[in-house]
């Protein structure tokens, strides 16, 4: 059948959480979490008044992933810092990863997320991307 092949390949790197981020860098950090294992996190949802990137709500994990174009100014770096008290005192642990974390150090990072939304996983914590 024509155009088969483009079809199959279409669907195998389809993703369907990618319909949900709103970023890039949203799709490069779930596509690296996947690759490495990590369980998919809830996606652009509300906690504690806030819309979080990335969460793992049975780990009270919060990953916040942080392009430099919309984390470059004064304001937008204290009302991270702001947030990131509010969701603390919420009781969650709040990680910012950045492109460079993704691209220069994602073996660190995935250990890191791992160690806290799978802990009772060492195999997992010992795979590295």
Known sequence: WRGISKLRHILDVWN????????ELEMRF??????SGVPSPSVNVSLAG?????????????????G??????????ERDRSRDLALRRAGYEVI??????????S???IETILSRVAPRLPDLVNARP
């Open 16 to 23: 369907p959480e990618s319909t949900q981020t709103r970023s």
């Open 30 to 35: 779930l596509s690296l979490c996947r690759a």
């Open 50 to 66: 806030f819309e979080v990137d990335c969460l793992w709500n049975d780990a009270r994990l919060v990953v916040e992933l942080d």
């Open 68 to 77: 430099f174009v919309h984390h470059s100014d004064r304001a937008a770096f």
């Open 96 to 105: 910012r990863v950045t492109y460079r974390m993704i691209d220069a150090d």
């Open 107 to 109: 073996a660190n990072l």
